[in-house]
């Protein structure tokens, strides 16, 4: 799909009331991520009745992301550009057409939306793009696995970096546990590496629960927990083994809930809504959440530009640098949990 040029603001009339940039995310062109072999050889990732099961695509290895600016819609599934793209003028309409489900060789799932970025005044003249929600690398085999358009439903504003579903206790400097969603900021919270640390900042998006926004529970007694903890699917848990996994050269096992998932102690609960919740501190934590450690949000650029505006702008006078560094430990991907055994790190559940 040939690039159009960057399009100026409208007029000093149009760009007095020009919406303000509330999110940024970087998305391709949609014929960027095409059909390598399958019914649709050649083919641009495109709407859920056009795509087949079963294709595969590539993320084009010469194609480039472009930066979109975006306002804070009102409207669920529709967002205006602001000032500040590299595509389209303030006031064009940004929609979500599609949310497609691709698997990589490794087996990790990542979701991809279709957008598609309407000039005002000229619908005819519509680009289609795409924005994955997890990592996609160029020139790897990617195979479409299912397509859903309640996709439309999604606010790109809405996707924040989270963490932590409503209800999870977390574990206070004095050792009480109170429900993350009734913590405040300046409130001290246990931390594992510096003790009692004041909480920063508090971020919550409330999130349609489908797809890679939907959360994982990790059921009660599974990790020691006692209760279920609900978290994202990218949040990593800091797991200790006295028997290091083999091969490794560290006790400490940093593992993303997804990578925990087997279906019976752990699972992803799709359907409804899921009120998300994200904790920052002045270092890069792990904190107790129903007595499991787990990671803070990491503070950097990446996580910051799916802030509202407003909100990095908060975190960036608060964390000067903007260069959190990750807990040292061993990361334990999907391939390593699979060669190794998912019940090693688990613990035995009440009853069993």
């Not at 472009?66 to 793209?85: D, F, H, K, T, W």
């Not at 546990?177 to 900021?185: D, H, K, S, W």
């Not at 803070?296 to 964390?319: I, K, Q, Y």
Request: proline share 7%.
């Amino acid at each position: 799909m040939p690039q159009t040029a960057f399009r100026p603001p409208h007029p000093t009339a149009a760009t007095a009331t020009a919406p303000v940039a509330g999110v940024t995310c970087r998305v391709y062109p949609a014929s960027d991520l095409f059909v390598t072999w399958g019914t649709n050889a050649g083919d641009p990732l495109g709407d859920c009745d056009a795509v087949c099961a079963g294709d595969i695509y590539q993320l084009d290895p010469a194609g480039a992301s472009i930066r979109l600016a975006l306002a804070q819609g009102r409207a669920a599934g529709a967002q205006q550009i602001a000032p500040g793209s590299e595509r389209g003028a303030p006031g064009d309409r940004l929609e979500v057409r599609a949310r497609h489900r691709l698997m990589t060789p490794d087996g990790d799932l990542v979701d991809v939306l279709l957008l598609s970025l309407v000039p005002r005044g000229a619908p005819e003249r519509a680009e289609a793009f795409v924005l994955p929600m997890g990592p996609l690398a160029p020139g790897i085999d990617v195979t479409l696995i299912s397509s859903e358009a309640e996709a439309r439903g999604v606010r790109l504003s809405d996707v924040l970096c989270v963490s932590f579903a409503a209800g999870t206790l977390i574990t206070l400097a004095d050792g009480r546990q109170t429900p993350i969603e009734a913590l405040t900021p300046g409130e001290r919270i246990l931390t594992r590496d510096h003790g009692a640390q004041p909480l920063r900042w508090l971020g919550k998006a409330t999130l349609r629960a489908l797809g890679s926004l939907a959360p994982v529970v990790i059921t009660a007694g599974t990790l020691g927990n006692a209760r279920d903890l609900v978290v994202s699917p990218h949040a990593r848990l800091f797991l200790y083994r006295r028997d290091r996994l083999a091969g490794r050269t560290t006790p400490e096992v940093l593992v993303q809930a997804k990578h925990l998932v087997d279906d019976a102690q752990v699972f992803v609960r799709e359907g409804g809504f899921v009120d998300y919740f994200s904790l920052v501190f002045d270092r890069h934590e792990i904190v107790y959440a129903e007595g499991i450690a787990a990671e803070s949000l990491m503070v950097n650029e990446r996580t910051l530009t799916a802030l509202p505006e407003e909100l990095a702008d908060e975190v960036r006078a608060r964390f000067p640098g903007l260069k959190q560094d990750q807990h040292f430990g061993t990361e334990a991907d999907r391939g390593l949990l699979e060669a190794v055994g998912r019940e090693r790190l688990f613990h035995t559940r009440p009853g069993r």
